[in-house]
């Protein structure tokens, strides 16, 4: 499924210049702990990370676990240190109003399977 996609179904917002539309998601990894983040042991381009964490320590994990795209849930928004980090490192961010659980329940029913 590709970012456009998702953010219909999510009824969110791509807050960042890089919207990796080309990309086709297949995966998906909720968590607000980042030390949970850091277990994914293989970088992919199709794994979405959703996290109600809104900070910069947020991208810069997403940075070194190799991912590419975030969902904020929860109505957080991304401050301009995350956007500015993440468009510099090519990594998209996505807001939502929904929760983590309806979240991950409508991309699971969408077709995106759950990493773990």
Do not use: C, W
Request: no cysteine; proline share 1%.
């Amino acid at each position: 499924m590709n970012i456009e996609k998702i953010v219909q179904l999510i009824e969110g917002k791509i807050v960042t210049e890089n919207n990796r539309n080309n990309i086709q998601i297949t995966h998906a990894f909720t968590s607000d702990l980042m030390s949970d983040v850091l277990t994914i042991n293989h970088a992919r381009d199709d794994i979405i990370l959703l996290t109600g964490l809104a900070n910069v320590q947020t991208i810069r994990t997403v940075e070194i676990a190799g991912l590419n795209l975030v969902i904020l849930v929860r109505g957080k928004k991304a401050n301009p240190d995350m956007i500015e980090i993440a468009n510099e490192n090519d990594i998209s961010i996505i807001e939502t109003d929904y929760s983590a659980f309806r979240t991950s329940a409508i991309l699971y029913n969408a077709g995106i399977k759950s990493l773990f």
